[in-house]
């Protein structure tokens, strides 16, 4: 039996709406909500893939089939995503935009307010806010006892309904709502109810559930216009074209805009390209004619960007490889914050990759979808700091989402003590190159893959040209790579080998990281002066064991794990047995820029350190500091590296602690790392230690 629930005359003639006839009746309705992974349970076998065909993550199938029927989905890390294009694929939101999904159009879903119904062509097209008598005055859980006012909006459509259907799903936020709600519509049943809607645009809309916005309905041409000056284009208003170069999104889709006519909003048609047209700039690499300072030498950095859990995980790890192999250094750009600590294969490869072959981790951001074009300082640094992982700390190098940049991501990276910042030097936001000051500007000048359109171009080809051309006018060259280039297959790893090899062949380029050539860069001038009482340098302590103390200066090998905030803290943990000496004795390479270190109240040494001997220093220094160096070396493996400490170190009781002197081996160091030289060990040219120790030396 059919349940209308009744409402009396003097309500309607209240909503202005007496002698109206519904423009539905007696339509039936059900409920529908996001789905929780918190929710589920049991292994996680389900691929989570964009539309194309992309991993995102593994879910339980349970829980992959509840996303694809309510159209929403929320990890329990808090990430956000949605269907795609069609039914069976994904694609990620920001939950700080769209915390609770989109409709079909690209708008915000409403706790409560929205409605979806496939009735565009029969009385409720998209965007129509209705009044349904039978739902005022219902309480609504989680909303502290708040009563529904009967107001809604067309926002959705049910991909489960057919079209035209006389039905309409109520979007509660959460199915625990649902189920209060079965039996909580004035006593009667909600789900199955067969009730009448009125349309009534001055209804008022109302969020209900905390940090839930009423949407703004997006206007296509306003829209469309002040997406695109965003994303970098310009307007020509007498012909009422769009010109210039960008990509520009909303609700996730990428859209382009060709004139007026096609701007479109919403999810993007087959065949739609994600950039327009790009003006052709006079010169691919303008003149700028930066000078090499200091020691650094015509270079090449190879960038790897998009790093996160589980994305291209294997792919991610063939191209790490291709490098090891090499014993070439990569730098490798990881998404932290929630995007990053749960893959432990992953994180594994990246550890060995950082300390054993010295390659750097780049900070890539805490996200993949903040605009740092668009935003403050204070919220860059936010972004910023919110995307460094404690294992790969201390960062100095940061490439923005999308090459996305402006003058207060700069300043942001400077407040934190950044190095380096890589963007593109063409495309909507050019980056100069700037090799002077605190924080150089490195951007990059060639890529292995264009992307363009969901598909990946593979331009590994001009690489080689466009390096000779980059190298002869800025000193180095930055090449960018994307896993998805890999995952497609346009790029092989086979090629990228062969890339390397020829790097290695048939140039003079040092093959670099963003960190090491910012330091390179830096001018070399006179010694360094006395120590100053106040420190200027954002530079943490490190123990220095060829030079017998504690320096701030960057230069801290790729193993050390612990760094301190001041000279006497590191020089008390390092060198207990003559703090006075570390205090006063470990002098920091000179530089053009002093950069001092904290003065302790110690009294001097009557012997300083000669200049002779900075600049020659011995491989190896007494027999004490070479064994509390490789003491530090063990410490800095941590509780789950057993495998990795027992080589070259002792495992006991989840601690890795060093051998005794006589049995400790250069060969069972690892490959390519700083303690086998600190040791006084040999490097052979493939970064395998071998020799003997000397601890008289």
Known sequence: MSIILSISLSVLVGMGLAGKQPVKTNSKLTMYWVAYESDFSGEKTAKLETCDGELMTMVTPEFWESANLEGTGILTDGRVFNLGANTGCFMWLDPKVTPYGINHKGWGLIPYVSIAANLENDGLPAGTKVYIPAFEGIELPMTNGQKHNGCFRVDDVAWSFAEGANHIDWFVAKKSNYQILQSGCHGHQCQGSEIDIYIDEDCELIAYLPGSVITKIPDPESDCQELWTQCGGSIDENGGKFKGSACCKLGECQVMHKDWSQCRIGVCPDGWECTGPTPKPTSRFPTNKPTLNGNAK?????????????????????????????????????????????????????????????MEVFNHGDDASTFFNAIGEAEAKEHIANGEEADFKVYKSFVPHQNRWNEDTLAALESLGYWAVSASKGGAFPMPVRLQGKLKLMPQHTETAEYAGGNWDSTIANVMTDCTAAVAEDGFCVVMMHPQEFAKE?????????????????????????????????????????????????NKFYPNWQKGGCLNDGNEPAWTSVMFDSLEACCTANFNWKVA???????????????????????????????????????????????????????????????????????????????AQGKVRCKKMPKGSAICEVLGCEIRKNGKCTGKIDWTA
């Open 490 to 538: 346009t790029v092989t790893v086979a090629e990228l080998g062969n890339l390397l090899d020829e790097v290695k062949e048939k140039t003079n380029w040092d093959v670099t990281t963003f960190r090491k050539f910012a330091r390179a860069v830096e001018p070399r001038g006179e010694p360094t002066p006395e120590p100053t009482p106040t420190p200027t340098d954002v």
């Open 581 to 659: 000496e570390c205090m006063n004795g470990a002098t920091p390479e000179p530089t053009a820029t002093p950069k001092p270190t904290k003065n302790a109240k110690t009294s001097k040494p009557t012997v300083k350190p000669t200049m002779e001997r900075l600049e020659t220093p011995s491989p190896t220094v007494g027999g004490d500091d070479v064994f509390e160096a490789y003491k530090t070396f063990c410490a800095g493996f941590k509780e789950g590296q057993k495998r990795k400490c027992k080589k070259p170190c002792a495992w006991k009781k989840n601690t890795c602690v060093p051998k």
């Open 298 to 358: 015509p270079s090449i950095i190879f960038r790897l960007d998009d790093v996160q859990d589980y994305y291209l995980s294997a792919n991610v790890k063939e191209i790490i490889q291709a490098f090891m192999d090499r014993n070439i250094p990569l730098s490798i750009g990881v998404i932290g914050g929630t995007y990053y600590g749960t893959d432990a294969s992953l994180h594994k490869k990246i550890l060995e990759a950082v300390n054993d072959y010295g």
